[in-house]
């Protein structure tokens, strides 16, 4: 019910904010999905609503010791009952030292309980190398003795699922003495309950449920830059997918949810553990410093990126000759110093205008805070809860997500800032073609846009049709009235060609007084009507130079067609020709080619 009415609110919430900026839009597209997995992981991480008998009953206490060869007779005897210290709660964590723990449990009596009927199950949340769990049954001096861990497969008595759980004898005796011994070489935090079998198997589910969203999520994230990677060939996408499958490799194993997948491989992959980490954090520094340019946008980080490679790799094949206390301390070490060098590399490269950073900064502190939380549950400052331990989880998830985030925000960006170049190359080209004065093409552009239309109807058996003219005695005017003003009659000639040709055919600029028009899909009579109400409009043209006095100028033109084999050189001479013909014959007039 909580979970519906968060999940109202944040639709709620979410509808508002769609309508308050397109950036909140972004931003509710990334806050969504977290909160929904941040909901997912308190929901199966909730195991404390219980029926039945609470794990605080079972009244605790604790023998621990480096030494092996204390037996479980020697433990429960009553000579042993003062080793024993109190333990209060039904969570332990006893650091990262490698030491065999004796736990003493009271079992509980259930004769006056519902619980009484069905099946009990004494459960751990998280996975232990080695546990040897004794139940006393009613049987005198007889306790049945139950093994499980990673260490004992394929010879264990545990219950199928993430972590142990050992289904207790029905005939066990109540109010007696149980005894666990636990041994493990990497972090022993842990959670005990007593639970009857339906109850257990509903709390296994929530968490499969979870870890199965995660797991696909990291999958997803993976297979999705995994085809970018093959498309556009980038390094970072293929560092990323590598880092993303180990650190599901390294999470799957930690938190037990290979052992559903393959049990034989949960033992393998949880004795060279820290070795997954490890090569996890070589492939996400790789992946840091090709993703935030390190080399050209913050080059003064590369000797800390480098160094850090460094030791992480040296820490690789250190494992390989150390014990894995030693390499699971040095694991920690890293994956606590490593973040903080990302995020003060993130703030930087943010500060210089990487946008895309921001994505990747919440991802990595997100990553760092569990972490931190991660790192004091493995040592014992801080106590044990699914919580911290799914938290690592779930924060690897999220910010595969962010990174996937960030990355295809790189991409829109990349494509952006390409688009935006390209725009600026046509632009460039574009203005190049064009006449500055008259706003018509160049002769550079005539130059390449009438071989290609010759060609085009020569293949098309299109007609073309070519006009040539200029304006008459144009260097008159400008030693009369000036160049300047001899400009404004460039410029109104542009316009009326410009009003005049349109669509129907390509105008340019050839020379100083000198204009072309190419028709291609124009026959030449068409052609010479349209030339003729060019120079008519142009005729009709009123410029006032000085006061009061008004001046028309004028223009000659030729025209021809484009005869059958003519090269386009020829088409040219001939309406050339035509052109001087028209100036001979007195000016202001259209001359057709011969």
């Known amino acids: 019910m909580k979970f519906i009415l968060a999940f109202s609110y944040l639709r709620k919430f979410g509808g508002f904010t769609l309508k308050v900026s397109q950036h909140s839009n972004s931003l509710i597209r990334v806050i969504f999905p977290i909160v929904i997995i941040f909901l997912l992981t308190l929901t199966g991480c909730s195991a404390d609503e219980r029926t039945g008998v609470s794990s605080k009953d079972l009244e605790y206490a604790i023998f621990t010791t480096e030494k092996a060869e204390y037996s479980i007779d020697q433990v429960a005897s009553p000579e042993f009952a003062d080793k024993f210290i109190s333990h ?149 996408y293929l560092y990323y997918v590598l880092f993303a499958l180990s650190m599901l490799l390294y999470q799957s194993t930690i938190v037990g949810s290979i052992r559903i997948a393959y049990p034989p491989l949960a033992s393998i992959f949880f004795e060279y553990g820290q070795l997954m980490s490890l090569v996890a954090m070589v492939l996400w520094l790789l992946f840091a410093y090709h993703f935030l340019n390190i080399s050209e946008n913050l080059p003064r980080f590369k000797p800390a990126f480098f160094a850090m490679i460094f030791l992480a790799i040296s820490a690789v094949m250190v494992s390989f000759l150390i014990g894995e206390q030693e390499a699971n301390i040095l694991a920690y070490i890293l994956g606590l110093s490593m973040p903080l060098l990302a995020i003060i590399s993130a703030f930087a490269s943010r500060k210089k205008g990487y946008r895309v950073s921001s994505f990747y900064l919440a991802g990595i502190v997100m990553l760092f805070m569990a972490v931190i939380a991660f790192a004091l549950r493995g040592w014992g400052i801080i106590p044990h809860s699914l ?105 109104r000639l542009g316009l009326v060609l410009k009003e005049w040709v349109r669509e129907r055919g390509h105008a340019c600029r050839v020379g100083g007084e000198e204009f072309a028009i190419i028709l291609t899909g124009t026959a030449k009579e068409e052609a010479e009507v349209l030339a003729e109400e060019i120079r008519r409009a142009f005729s009709e043209e009123v410029f006032l130079f000085e006061p009061e006095k008004k001046l028309n100028c004028t223009i000659s033109l030729g025209v021809g067609q484009l005869k059958p084999g003519e090269s386009g050189n020829a088409l040219y001479d001939r309406v050339d020709k035509a052109l001087y013909k028209a100036k001979y014959e007195g000016r202001n007039r259209v001359a057709a080619a011969g």
Not at 153 to 176: I, K, Q, R, T, W
């Open 88 to 236: 209060e709660q039904p969570i332990f964590n006893f650091g990262l030292i490698s030491e065999i723990h004796w736990i003493r449990f009271r079992l509980p009596d259930l004769s006056s309980q519902e619980d009484a009927l069905s099946e009990q199950v004494l459960s751990f949340d998280y996975g232990l190398d080695d546990i040897k769990v004794f139940i006393p049954v009613e049987q005198a001096n007889h306790l049945v003795s139950l093994q499980g861990g990673f260490d004992s497969y394929p010879h264990n008595d545990e219950l199928a699922g993430l972590s142990p759980a050992f289904l207790v004898p029905s005939d066990y005796e109540e109010a007696a003495h149980g005894f666990i011994r636990i041994q493990t070489s990497g972090s022993s935090g842990f959670r005990i309950d007593w639970l009857d079998r339906n109850l257990h198997e509903n709390i296994a589910q929530n968490r499969i449920l979870l870890l199965g969203s995660l797991s696909g999520l990291l999958l997803a994230m993976a297979l999705y830059n995994f085809i970018l990677f093959l498309t556009l060939r980038n390094k970072q």
């Open 387 to 491: 919580v911290v331990t799914y938290g690592i989880f779930t924060a690897t998830s999220v910010e595969t997500m962010l990174y996937s985030f960030a990355l295809a925000t790189q991409i829109r960006y990349l494509s952006i800032e390409n688009y935006t170049l390209q725009q600026q190359r046509s632009e460039l080209s574009r203005i190049s073609l064009i006449d500055h004065l008259t706003g018509l093409y160049n002769k550079r552009d005539f130059n390449s846009t009438y071989q290609k239309e010759v060609s085009r109807a020569e293949n098309d058996d299109l007609p073309l049709s070519l006009i040539l003219l200029d304006i008459d005695l144009f260097k008159g005017i400008n030693d009369t009235y000036g160049h300047r003003n001899g400009d404004k009659v460039l410029k």
